[in-house]
């Protein structure tokens, strides 16, 4: 007769997810919270006032963004802790969606320059 084996998980920690810990998932949030609230300062204090440049703003504001959303990937969705492979192809998505949005700000500029002067 052949041995079953079943496999449990009482008392087994996965090494992948070893370092997602209370502490790790509140130090992630707070992070999350202080770019946010940075985001607000320049959405509705710096730029307002005209205190740097609309554009460095925006920048500014897409950088932080971008930032906040490496932190949900990898930490809540757990990305932080795949393999190689998936890593590199969702990094590769990434870029794209960064290329994407480059090339619309680009055609949006565009497109409201050309159509300002026509009217």
């Given at each position: 007769?052949?041995?079953?084996?079943?496999h449990t998980t009482d008392g087994h920690e996965h090494d992948e997810h070893?370092?997602?810990?209370?502490s790790k998932i509140w130090q992630v949030f707070f992070i999350l919270l202080g770019i946010t609230v940075v985001e607000f300062i320049i959405a509705l204090v710096i730029l307002p006032k005209g205190?740097?440049?609309?554009?460095a703003?925006?920048?500014?504001?897409?950088?932080l963004?971008?930032?906040?959303?490496?932190?949900?990937v990898a930490f809540f969705m757990h990305l932080k802790f795949e393999k190689?492979?998936?890593?590199?192809?969702?990094?590769?998505?990434f870029i794209f969606i960064i290329y994407f949005i480059t090339l619309m700000l680009i055609e949006g500029g565009y497109l409201h320059v050309h159509m300002t002067l026509h009217s």
């Open positions: 007769m052949s041995e079953q084996h079943i070893a370092g997602l810990s209370k205190m740097v440049p609309r554009t703003g925006n920048i500014a504001y897409i950088l963004t971008l930032l906040k959303a490496y932190y949900i190689t492979g998936l890593k590199l192809s969702m990094g590769l998505a």
